[in-house]
């Protein structure tokens, strides 16, 4: 019967949420969606991970603080290339893509490199802050540089569909493919040792998450891309009628991010951060699109 409740549980989300119409045309933008990806995929091996660094010097800017970007599992930094437009045109020219290939290393390994990269970037911009965005085992590994292995200068730590209550889907591979190159997937499974570690080292720390979700995603169900800690007393943001590769592509969740990164520099227009809520329940999360308290952009 557990295994039984395992399998369904994405489904079960999906069905439930189909009782909507507009989850038609989210399942459609899904389908969308993982064309559009595949056909970008190419572009993501045009430059290696710091070769773009002194070209972003020459950008007019209005934000010093870099921004880094960390893709999926199996993706590369084509997925960026929607989210980074609007971060540009918002002032944040620093912006910048990591890296990796998940079959090579465990999401320790992977953090680890992710800690250097993100350290090296500050490093040759002269910047003590950054702010870490990543999407699904992306948002893992970043939220692992910071909570775990200790990444300083972080202010905002933010995560899209990242299942930080464990992947289930995980648990159907057998436990000896962890000595094989399909490790990094294998820790996402609920009870491994690397999610453990993430939910019993949550502690107050001075940066701040932001975990992204939607309703529809059938590979990280609603809940489980929630940072739920209450030490973290992250903001969880939930972007409607989305699925796990449309949700990179939604001008709701960049206008979103843009808002939640403006805000915690400063910039005129952007108010104050959203904040994390003490209740964690569904219903009570904010939700893509509306302003931050304080803000005089408009929402939508």
């Excluded at 970007?69 to 990591?98: M, P």
């Excluded at 995603?217 to 007393?233: C, G, K, N, Q």
Aim: hydrophobic share 45%; aromatic share 6%.
């Amino acid at each position: 019967m557990g295994a039984l409740q395992r399998a369904v549980e994405p489904v079960g989300a999906v069905l439930h949420a189909a009782r909507r119409p507009a989850s038609y045309a989210g399942q459609l933008r899904e389908a969308l969606s993982t064309v559009i990806t595949a056909g970008m995929w190419p572009l993501g091996f045009t430059s290696s991970d710091l070769a773009d660094v002194g070209r972003l010097e020459e950008l007019p800017s209005t934000v010093e603080t870099p921004v880094l970007l960390v893709h999926g599992y199996g993706a590369n930094k084509s997925n960026w290339l929607f989210l980074r437009r609007y971060l540009e045109q918002a002032g944040f020219a620093r912006v910048h893509a990591f890296d990796y290939n998940p079959l090579a290393a465990d999401i320790p390994q992977l953090a680890q490199r992710c800690a250097e990269c993100a350290e090296q970037l500050r490093g040759r911009l002269g910047v003590e802050r950054i702010h870490l965005v990543g999407h699904s085992l992306g948002g893992v590994i970043a939220r692992y540089a910071v909570q775990v292995l200790g990444l300083e200068g972080v202010d905002v730590c933010i995560t899209i569909a990242s299942p930080h209550g464990g992947l289930r889907l995980a648990s159907y591979g057998s436990p000896l493919a962890a000595l094989s190159p399909l490790a990094s997937g294998l820790q996402l499974r609920p009870d491994s040792e690397v999610m453990t570690l993430l939910r019993y080292s949550a502690r107050a720390l001075p940066t701040r998450f932001v975990a992204y979700y939607s309703n529809l995603d059938m590979i990280v169900p609603a809940r489980r891309a929630m940072i739920l800690e209450p030490e973290l007393r992250a903001t969880n943001i939930l972007v409607k009628d989305h699925g796990h590769l449309s949700i990179v592509l939604s001008r709701r969740l960049a206008q979103s991010v843009v808002d939640q990164l403006g805000a915690a520099e400063g910039l005129p227009g952007y108010g104050s951060p959203v904040v994390g809520l003490p209740e964690h329940a569904l219903g009570r999360h904010p939700v893509a699109g509306s302003a931050a308290p304080g803000s005089t952009r408009a929402t939508g």
